[in-house]
């Protein structure tokens, strides 16, 4: 009998109501398939439920999207873990178009990028409990073959001039990025190099913090105010029906 440790992460800002249910029957697939599940038997949601978590030993680490999450609680829970590490997400419920009640590709994605980054390994299956693949892959994990590592191929051409090459370069150099804010904790690929990006590129990134915007927003005069707001409006109408303040 393999030993799994499951781990599924939320936010309180999605559909936990959904998010459970898929938790619920992620678990029940896992000792329907003869699994001994380990594990925090809620969801994961906060700090305080991360640092509650005594992960033991197990034979698969699965990360269990139940809805999305940032992917703080993925590093810290299964970074330093022996992988690969099963990363789980589920398909998204209602029509097309509506508002996300899960994003949950979306936090896999974003663990896979931070654990990979610490030196972890992930492996990947999308799709619902009741579904005839997962069930097939699940199967396949608890008996030691997790899903194969893909990487997209390589496609290389003709090299374009070198003086193109060098004429590109020379319109980056010396251009601004303006940058507002920090990198929200998680989110490893919003993280960049400043000085890095000058020595390659030329590229002058200027930060300021959220703080520092809003008092450079506030100082806005309102007849300029009102100019933006017009010219935004034109270019999306929609922006009409939404409180001028929030616009």
């Given at each position: ?22 938790f619920?029957?992620a678990r029940?697939?896992l000792i ?7 594990g ?7 700090p ?6 005594k992960?033991?030993?197990a034979?698969?680490?699965i ?7 940032d992917?703080s ?12 590490v099963?990363?789980w997400?589920?398909r ?18 974003l663990a896979?990028h ?6 972890q390994?992930?492996?990947h299956i999308?799709?619902?409990a ?13 008996a030691?073959?997790?899903?194969t590592a ?7 051409g003709?090299?374009a001039?070198?003086?193109k090459?060098d004429?590109?370069f020379?319109w ?5 990025i303006?940058a507002?804010?920090?990198a ?16 390659l590129?030329?590229?002058?990134v ?7 915007a809003f008092g450079?927003i506030s100082?806005v ?11 935004a ?5 929609s922006?009409a ?7």
């Open positions: 009998m393999s030993t799994v440790a499951l781990v599924a992460l939320a936010r309180p800002t999605f559909d936990l109501a959904c998010a459970q249910a898929n619920d029957s029940a697939l329907e398939l003869g699994a001994q599940v380990v925090p038997a809620e969801l994961i949601m906060t305080e439920d991360v640092a509650a978590v992960l033991p030993a034979d698969v680490y990360l269990f999207m139940a809805s999305f999450s992917a609680p993925a590093v810290e829970l299964l970074g330093n873990v022996k992988g690969p099963l990363g997400s589920m998204e419920p209602g029509a097309v178009g509506e508002r996300l009640k899960l994003n949950s590709m979306c936090g896999v994605n896979a931070a654990l990979m980054n610490v030196g390994s992930i492996r999308h799709g619902n009741d579904e005839p693949a997962v069930r097939e892959a699940i199967t396949a994990a608890l030691g073959n997790l899903p893909y990487a997209p191929k390589e496609v290389s003709e090299f001039p070198t003086e090459v004429a590109a020379a980056l150099k010396g251009k601004k303006g507002v804010g920090d929200p904790n998680g989110f490893t690929p919003c993280v960049f190099d400043g000085p890095q990006l000058q020595k590129f030329g590229l002058d200027r930060q300021i913090t959220i703080d520092d450079k100082e005069k309102d007849d300029a105010r009102e100019l933006a707001y017009a010219r409006v034109a270019a999306q109408p922006l029906s939404v409180n001028v303040d929030e616009a």
